[in-house]
């Protein structure tokens, strides 16, 4: 044999090689995707599961804080008979209830005699008045705020000259 046929047969040798260890490393790269894609899969399983339970008891946090308001209304509502003592309960249970609200993050927007401002008002009526235009006069139904979100604008009647 040849130098030059011993070169090529080298240089075979070696590409088979090269393209052996190409393969096995098609391979492994391969058998890691799928792995990686097993992985993923169940991380969006696992995701979507959680997010299905977060929203599924989401108000529980919430309801259990109203439970006493629930039993306080049973207190009240057992009192029907005396007028004095049920319309006592009836307040305190407003109260408890508009307290825990309160604590939930909810704020009143009772805006009378204030500058009518249509990102918390909503104008339901005018009226001629001797007040500045556009000042609240009357609120008809009171808005919220949820935290820095308004959930409900205050619905009012306001003063036009």
Same mark, same amino acid.
């Given at each position: ?5 011993? %070169?090529?047969?080298? +240089?075979? &040798? #070696?590409?088979? =090689?090269? @393209?052996?260890?190409? !393969? ?5 790269? *391969?058998?890691?995707?799928? %792995?990686?894609?097993? +992985?993923? &899969? #169940?991380?969006? =399983?696992? @995701?979507?599961?959680? !997010? ?5 008891? *989401? ?19 057992? !009192? ?82």
């Amino acid at each position: 044999m040849t130098k030059q046929e011993t %070169h090529k047969k080298s +240089e075979i &040798e #070696n590409k088979d =090689k090269l @393209i052996k260890e190409l !393969n096995h490393k098609t391979k492994e790269l *391969s058998n890691s995707l799928q %792995h990686l894609q097993a +992985e993923f &899969e #169940n991380y969006k =399983k696992r @995701i979507d599961k959680e !997010n299905e339970n977060f929203i599924k008891y *989401s108000s529980q946090n919430l309801i259990i804080k109203l439970l006493p308001i629930i039993d306080s209304f049973e207190s009240a509502l057992k !009192n029907h008979q005396d007028e004095n003592k049920f319309l006592e309960g009836m307040k305190l249970v407003f109260s408890q209830f508009y307290s825990t609200l309160e604590k939930e993050g909810l704020k009143q927007i009772n805006p009378l005699n204030e500058k009518f401002d249509p990102y918390k008002h909503e104008v339901m009526m005018h009226e001629k008045s001797d007040n500045l235009d556009n000042t609240i006069t009357e609120v008809l139904q009171k808005g919220y705020i949820l935290n820095d979100k308004i959930i409900r604008h205050a619905k009012v009647k306001i003063a036009k000259k």
